[in-house]
């Protein structure tokens, strides 16, 4: 494992109506480092707001290609990592107060 700061592999929280509904069962999502794996991520949530995380299951996703308005150029939108972080029950992370 490569040694680095615990805010580089996680980027920010997904905002999102469906990760907004996964909060209420324990599981929170975040945007991380491309090059992040499972146990950097793990250690970096546990480190950054010391709770006790049971899993970490991990998303690649390809970034859109979308036209450019007025012309037939065609430009993509960069590709993210997503990481959905299932927390131990009596867990949470104050992301967002209610």
């Not at 905002?15 to 599981?27: D, M, N, Q, R």
């Not at 993210?80 to 029950?89: E, G, Q, S, Y």
């Amino acid at each position: 494992m490569r040694i680095a700061d615990p805010r580089d592999i996680l980027i920010s929280p997904v905002v999102s109506e469906k990760s907004y509904g996964l909060i209420e069962a324990g599981v929170y999502t975040f945007k991380v480092d491309p090059s992040a794996t499972k146990p950097e991520i793990h250690d970096a949530v546990e480190a950054i707001w010391g709770v006790q995380v049971l899993k970490v299951n991990t998303i690649n996703r390809k970034g859109k290609v979308k036209r450019a308005r007025g012309t037939n150029r065609m430009g993509q939108r960069p590709d993210t990592k997503r990481a959905i972080v299932t927390l131990a029950p009596g867990n949470e992370i104050p992301l967002f107060e209610k």
